[in-house]
């Protein structure tokens, strides 16, 4: 079956920076575009960044564009979130998704920029 494992997140101060990865499996990963997600607290889930199945388009969110970077490594079935100068309103739990017939989520990560 498809799982997907969040790691990364942890508590940071503004500027700082965290890298998300997600490891996934149960699927032909490389065939696949992947997506991150985040759910602010009190808000409903909002993308982040998605990337396709190559790698080789990716857009983003407003909020992130110029400061985070979404990758993936299809020999390791992996896909990365470079989170750079990191906001409190970046605050969230942040969701690695598989874009199959259906979305698949993972977990959550939590992810806090605070002072």
């Known amino acids: 079956q498809v799982r997907l494992v969040e790691s990364g997140g942890g508590s940071v101060q503004p500027g700082g920076t965290l890298l998300l990865s997600c490891a996934a499996s149960?699927?032909?990963?490389?065939?696949?575009?992947m997506s991150w997600y985040r759910q602010i607290p009190g808000k409903e889930r909002e993308p982040v960044a998605s990337?396709?199945?190559?790698?080789?388009?990716?857009n983003y969110a407003d909020s992130v564009k110029g400061r985070f970077t979404i990758s993936r490594d299809n020999s390791k079935n992996e896909v990365y979130l470079q989170m750079n100068d990191l906001k409190p309103e970046d605050t969230a739990v942040y969701y690695c998704?598989?874009?199959?017939?259906?979305?698949?989520w993972g977990q959550g990560t939590q992810v806090t920029v605070s002072q």
């Open positions: 990337i396709t199945s190559t790698g080789g388009n990716a």
């Open positions: 998704v598989a874009r199959l017939s259906e979305n698949y």
């Open positions: 149960g699927f032909t990963f490389r065939r696949n575009a």
